[in-house]
């Protein structure tokens, strides 16, 4: 089986109940997702795409933040695509949100939409728990449009935060396939440079998160 293969099966497996209620749990702790959404701000007839969509909570609230622009979410497991297309359509958003079932690092998963290259790229605490995050990186990368943005937020090293904290946290995420990347910034820091972008690099709640915005 191949490591896409591998990887689907073992999102699917996580999030086959976690789904149902994933936003009301994950609202207290995934923190600075909302920070990253007002942002974006996307031009006027822009393109957004989120890798690594989940229930679509954060394409609603975008959406409905930049009513001028079209979305798109690409997401490994086909559970967490079932939930967001059910929370999609509730919102009445189906006709402006459209998911994509594929891998994040593939950079060819988004060819059939018929867009070129987005406006804006975002990771909201995903690539803590894809395996191949650096190459997710470049995969958003590949898909910006040249005057494009990249954002991300996702778990920090809770540098300002007591050490008890950080090894509790640490060790209850492991057990969701979580790794916070401790080398966010420097990876950041390299993909800036390989495109000759601009890097804005920032820890959130004391380090609890980090998020940083990659401008070309």
Known sequence: MSGTADTARLMDSVYRRQRHVYDLTRKYYLLGRDCLIERLEPPRGGVVLELG???????????????????????????????????????????RITLIEGDAANPAATEGTGVPAFDRVFYSYTLSMIPIWREALAAGAARLAEDGRIHVVDFGQQGRLPGWFRSVLFEWLKSFHVSPRADLEDELQGLARSIGAELRFKPLYRGYADYAELSK
């Open 53 to 95: 969509c989940g229930t679509g909570r954060n394409l609603i609230a975008a959406a409905r933040r930049y009513p001028d622009a079209s979305f798109y979410g690409l997401d490994i497991s086909r559970q967490m695509l079932e939930t967001a297309a059910a929370n999609i359509a509730k919102a009445g958003l189906a006709g």
